[in-house]
């Protein structure tokens, strides 16, 4: 498949996306396998590919077979989150964040940055983050030792500093692109790495309140689409693996 983006399918994509996918994340090796084989992967290459990934800390091993580690169970909190947005209605203000942590190693900067892309805040400038106070979600614990929050209203217009602050045609343009190959698409394998790619999108979705949004924004039709998709390989593993 010719498609900017996609991320070549490898047994380690496939166990890792498929057990991103599931709730509770474990599967017993012979499952796992089985996924594999509808991919055409060899079960040699699904085994090489757990023990390798128990080495490096993506899964545990344990009698009921290989779960996420901590690490990916919150990676699969963010994709379930960017699925089914933890909005509330909006009055206008926005949250701002600013530095008043000194003397940061820079591991902590790291993490911040990290952080504050997961709470879908944008820099306004080095040291100020702010995005519309529309979500409902936890400060991790980087955000509450280096920061203060504010909260305030913008005295320009607030559809123009969304508009600085996320590059909204860049994200619309990619969205269109992943929905119609998604939608045009025939092949499990294709359709598999093209969903893992639209779940992936979704992650930097701003999750802007809808007056701050350029007209027929394509996010919540990109999650009706992924969602059909993964109703479909749910019952593909239903009928297929989990038997």
């Known amino acids: 498949m010719d498609h900017p983006d996609i991320r070549p399918l490898t047994a380690r994509s496939v166990v890792?996306?498929?057990?991103?996918?599931?709730?509770?994340?474990r599967l017993p090796a012979r499952h796992l396998v089985r996924v594999g084989d509808l991919f055409g992967i060899a079960e040699g290459t699904v085994r090489v590919a757990l023990s390798r990934m128990v080495a490096s800390d993506d899964l545990v091993q344990s009698a009921g077979g290989y779960a996420l580690t901590d690490r990916l169970l919150a990676r699969q909190a963010r994709q379930d989150e960017?699925?089914?947005p933890?909005?509330?209605?909006?009055?206008?203000?926005?949250?701002?964040?600013?530095?008043?942590?000194?003397?940061r190693p820079a591991a902590d900067r790291t993490a911040l940055r990290q952080a504050m892309s997961a709470l879908r805040l944008a820099e306004l400038r080095e040291g100020t983050w702010l995005r519309p106070a529309n979500l409902t979600r936890t400060r991790p614990d980087p955000v509450v030792r280096q920061c203060t929050f504010l909260t305030g209203r913008p005295e320009e217009?607030?559809?123009?500093?969304?508009?600085?602050?996320?590059?909204?045609?860049?994200?619309?343009?990619?969205?269109?692109?992943?929905?119609?190959?998604?939608?045009?698409?025939?092949?499990?394998?294709?359709?598999?790495?093209?969903a893992a790619a639209v779940l992936r999108h979704l992650l930097s979705d701003p999750?802007?309140?809808?007056?701050?949004?350029?007209?027929?924004?394509?996010?919540?039709?990109?999650?009706?689409?992924?969602?059909?998709?993964?109703?479909?390989?749910?019952?593909?593993?239903?009928?297929?693996?989990?038997?």
């Open 16 to 25: 890792l996306s498929t057990l991103l996918g599931v709730h509770p994340p």
């Open 207 to 243: 999750l802007l309140p809808a007056p701050l949004l350029p007209p027929a924004w394509p996010g919540p039709a990109l999650r009706t689409l992924y969602e059909s998709f993964e109703k479909d390989f749910e019952q593909l593993l239903t009928t297929q693996v989990l038997t």
């Open 86 to 103: 933890p909005t509330r209605p909006w009055d206008g203000t926005w949250e701002i964040a600013v530095i008043t942590a000194e003397r």
């Open 82 to 84: 960017a699925r089914r």
């Open 157 to 194: 217009d607030p559809a123009s500093l969304a508009a600085t602050l996320w590059d909204l045609d860049a994200w619309t343009s990619k969205a269109e692109t992943l929905r119609t190959a998604l939608t045009e698409a025939t092949d499990i394998a294709d359709r598999f790495t093209l």
